[in-house]
Structures are given as C-alpha cells and as structure tokens.
C-alpha cells in the first residue's frame, strides 16, 4: 500500500530479484533511476531516457518494460526481475552463455536490456523462428555488433529447450 509523507516522498514497495525493497522516493522518479540509484543495481543501463533503445528493460511482474518510461511508484507491489536477478532463472544462465559463446555482444552497453528481453520472450515462444526473434530484437538498438550473433543465441539457447 502506497503512503505518502508530508515531504511528498511516497513509500513504496517491490520486491527485486527476489528482494523485498521498501523506500521512500519522490513521485517523479523514473523506475530506471530508482533500480540504479536507490537499488544500487547498476547493471540495468540507461541511454535514451525515452523509450526507444531498450537498454534499461526490466521485467516487472514478468512483462519485459522500459524502466525509464515508468516511475517507480508504478512499481509499488510489483515484483520486478534486474539482469542482476537473471541467474535466477531456467534460462538465464544458458543465454548468458550462448551471448559470450556466439559473441553477441561487443561493449555490451545494450546487452542487460536485450537478456531481460530474450528471457521473456523465451517464456512465451520456446521455438521461436527467425522471424521472431528479429523482430523481438527489432525493439532493441546495438550500435556495435550486428544482430547475427544475439539471434544465433537465442536459437541456442531455444534448441536446448526442445
Ligand atoms: S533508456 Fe529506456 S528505452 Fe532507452
Ligand atoms: S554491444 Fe555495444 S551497443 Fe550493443
């Protein structure tokens, strides 16, 4: 339940990679600032700040979202999974390795944005084609790689699934 103190501070309360986090922020805090700032979970990135790269996705409540179009008393009651959570998962580990394995990453700025993706989309389509995965990918932006190598490690790791 969300309180609001006369500081115009709001608590709220999620529960991050399995963590319960219970803080007071500002109402205006952007979901993206309070991971990295007040979480201390630096993994999550942040490049255009408007939705468009893809680089600060989170999973919130198991949907892949860009946290820097939410404000984390949006948050409030929700369970939200950080790349730093990503071990936790079935897969993971595997698209961690099948991304190091198939060098689908280069600087890797991008990179915990496209795995939180990848592990959502893995859940709903455990076979995806091609097709798929591009255009899951479509929503994502590299500057240095290509896409060649993050595609063949989602089928890596899809096929493991099988
Ligand atoms: S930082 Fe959120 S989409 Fe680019
Ligand atoms: S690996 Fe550098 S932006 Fe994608």
């Known amino acids: 339940m969300t309180k609001v103190l ?9 529960n991050i990679n399995g963590k319960l986090v219970e803080k007071s ?18 993994g999550t990135h942040v490049g255009c700040e408007h939705g468009v790269c893809g680089a600060c996705t989170v999973l919130v409540d198991g949907t892949a979202v860009r946290s820097c179009l939410m404000f984390a008393v949006q948050a ?13 998962e079935k897969n993971g580990p595997p698209l961690q390795d099948a991304f190091s394995e198939c060098h ?3 600087c890797g700025f991008c990179t915990p944005g496209i795995l939180m993706s990848s592990l959502e989309f893995l859940e709903t389509n455990p076979n995806p084609c091609t097709k798929d995965i591009t255009e899951m ?25 099988l």
Request: with cysteine; charged share 25%; proline share 1%.
């Open 104 to 106: 689908g990453l280069q």
């Open 137 to 161: 990918l479509s929503g994502h932006l590299c500057r240095c790689t290509g896409y060649k190598g993050m595609i063949e490690a989602i089928h890596k790791v899809s096929n493991k699934n």
């Open 76 to 88: 409030d009651g929700a369970e939200i999974k950080t790349v730093e959570g990503l071990k936790q």
């Open 25 to 42: 922020v500002e109402p205006r805090k952007l979901l993206s600032d309070f991971i990295r700032e007040d979480c201390g979970l630096t």
């Open 6 to 14: 006369w500081t115009q501070q709001m608590i709220i309360s999620t």
